[in-house]
């Protein structure tokens, strides 16, 4: 059967006072080195916790899309409790929220550095599918949504767009599915770690 590869990430824990976890992570981990099969192809995932920095995010996310061939790249974060929110496009600019390394972690004039791309970049999933797939298999607390908060989260998903659009093409291989999913902040709200896992893997058979 045909091998595919899919990156995931969740972050670090922030704010503050800072919680003991990330519950973005939390549900990305249990999938690590997982095999899914999906009918036609078996996806391996590679699942890593990405640090709640600017900087940082700016170098790991080109160093994670080099780690394979991806066919699929799901990012995670923490997002407004009660719903599940399916993001659909990401903005280059408008950042000015400092991440967890204090005041001066900070993108130079609030912008994702070093790509060439548009100033809002859609990603090439169809958010509504899947979120009708997702309804009928039973998870109806989830959304789409067109706005991904402007920090960290919203950062990395427009900086792993324009990287699959710049450098996928380059590298002679097909763009990856690129998706950001925003997971309610609390414990049980709507769903559970495990419950959110389950639907990350559903999202793959879906994206596959």
Known sequence: MHIKHALLTGFEPFGEPRPEKNRSWEAVKMLANTKIETGNATVVCHCH???VSYDDVSKQIPRLHLMQE???????GAGTAGMVRLEKQARKSGYSRPGNKGPTDMPVDGCVPGYSTADVLAT????????DALAGMGWDKVRVSLDAGQYLCEYTYYTSLAESKETYPERGLPEPKTLFVHVPPQESDPYDDHQLSEMLREIIVQLT
């Open 49 to 51: 916790e990405l640090p």
């Open 70 to 76: 991806f066919s699929i790249v799901i990012h995670c």
């Open 124 to 131: 090439n999933v169809n958010v509504g599918a899947v979120q």
